[in-house]
C-alpha cells in the first residue's frame, strides 16, 4: 500500500484503519473524523495527521470541477481521484462515492462498485434510502463494503428543490430512521447524515448499531465529515451553516487539518452554531 510520497513522514498510526477498527471506535465512544481528498499530496498530509477516514466525494464536481451540482460527476472521474488518493494514502481508510446515476439497478451498481474497489477504495458509498437496501445486500454480499448517505443527499438536488435541510416534519424523521435502520439490516456498514437536525442524528445514532458519520447532522453521530475545501476556506462558493474554516488561527494546512481532528476527537466541532 505505501506509495513514493511517505519518504521522510511520519505517521501518528501503525496500524491502519478498518471498518472493524471503525466499529471499536463508536462502541467506545471515540469520535471518527473523516475529510473529503482528492489527490496524493492532500492524502499523504491527511494520513500523517491521522484522519481516520478519506472520503473521494463526488462533491469533487463542485470543489475541483467548478460545477453547481454533484450531478455531472463521472465514474471515471471518480476512479481517478481515488487511484490518485490511494496512491498518497498509507493508513487511513478509504471510501468513494458511486456518482449520480451509476447505481439505478443492482447489476449496474455492482459493476461500477467493482471499478472502484480496483482503483483502491475500500468501501462505497450510495445515496438513498430503503428503496437501496437490495442493492446494498447485493454489494455485501459479494464483498463489497456499503457506506449508505441519508438525509440532504446532494445528488437529489433538484428533486429538494434545493440544497435543504431534511428530516424536519415527523413523517421525513421516522421516514429517514427507518431508511437508516433498512440500510443497516440489509448490510452497510457506514452511514452518512447530512443536514438533519440534531435530535434526529441522535434518536438515529442510537438506533443503529454501525457507526453514523455527520455532516450537519448534531454533535452526537459516531464522527463527523467535512469537505476539505471548506475546512481550508478555499470554496469560493456558499458555506452551508455546517462548515468551519478551520485555517483560522493555523500557520499552515497541516496544522488546520490537525486542528479539525482534535476538534472532533474532543468534541468542540460541531459546536450549536453549526447544527440544524
Ligand atoms: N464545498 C462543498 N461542500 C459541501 O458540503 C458539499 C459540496 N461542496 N457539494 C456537494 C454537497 C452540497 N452540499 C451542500 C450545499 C449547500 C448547503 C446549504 O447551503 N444549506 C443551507 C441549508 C438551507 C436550509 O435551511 O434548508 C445552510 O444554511 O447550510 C448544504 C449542503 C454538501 N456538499
Ligand atoms: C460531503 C460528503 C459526505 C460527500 O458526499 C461528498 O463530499 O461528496
Ligand atoms: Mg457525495
New binding site residues.
Given amino acids: 500500500m505505501a506509495g513514493y510520497l511517505q519518504e521522510g513522514t511520519s505517521a501518528v498510526r501503525s496500524k491502519a484503519v478498518t471498518v472493524t477498527s471503525l466499529l471499536s471506535m463508536r462502541a467506545a465512544g471515540d469520535k471518527i473524523s473523516m475529510l473529503t481528498c482528492y489527490d496524493a499530496s492532500f492524502a499523504a498530509l491527511m494520513d500523517r495527521c491521522g484522519v481516520d477516514v478519506m472520503l473521494v466525494g463526488d462533491?469533487l464536481g463542485?470543489?475541483c470541477q467548478g460545477h453547481t451540482s454533484?450531478l455531472p460527476v463521472t465514474l471515471d472521474d471518480i476512479a481517478y481521484h481515488v487511484a490518485c488518493v490511494a496512491r498518497g494514502n498509507q493508513t487511513a481508510f478509504l471510501v468513494a462515492d458511486m456518482p449520480f446515476g451509476t447505481y439505478a439497478t443492482r447489476e449496474e451498481a455492482y459493476r461500477n462498485a467493482v471499478r472502484l474497489m480496483q482503483a483502491g477504495a475500500q468501501m462505497v458509498k450510495l445515496e438513498g434510502g430503503e428503496w437501496l437496501a437490495d442493492t446494498v445486500r447485493f454489494l455485501t454480499e459479494r464483498a463489497v463494503p456499503v457506506c449508505a448517505h441519508v438525509g440532504?443527499t446532494?445528488q437529489s438536488v433538484h428533486q429538494f428543490g434545493g440544497?435543504?435541510?431534511q428530516g424536519k416534519s415527523v413523517e421525513a424523521a421516522d421516514r429517514l430512521k427507518a431508511d437508516a435502520l433498512a440500510l443497516q439490516a440489509a448490510g452497510a456498514s457506514l452511514i452518512v447524515l447530512?443536514?438533519i437536525p440534531s435530535a434526529l442524528g441522535k434518536e438515529t445514532t442510537d438506533l443503529l448499531a454501525i457507526p453514523t458519520i455527520g455532516?450537519?447532522a448534531g454533535p452526537d453521530c459516531s464522527g463527523q465529515v467535512l469537505?476539505m475545501?471548506?475546512m481550508l476556506g478555499v470554496?469560493p462558493?456558499?458555506k452551508?451553516?455546517?462548515v468551519r474554516n478551520f485555517m483560522d488561527g493555523q500557520a499552515s494546512i497541516e496544522g488546520a487539518v490537525r486542528a479539525y481532528i482534535a476538534a472532533v476527537k474532543d468534541k468542540s466541532f460541531p459546536a450549536a452554531e453549526h447544527c440544524f
Wanted: proline fraction near 5%.
Fill in positions: 462533491s463542485m470543489v454533484t440532504l446532494p440544497f435543504k435541510v447530512e443536514a455532516i450537519g469537505v475545501h471548506d470554496f462558493g456558499r452551508a451553516r455546517f
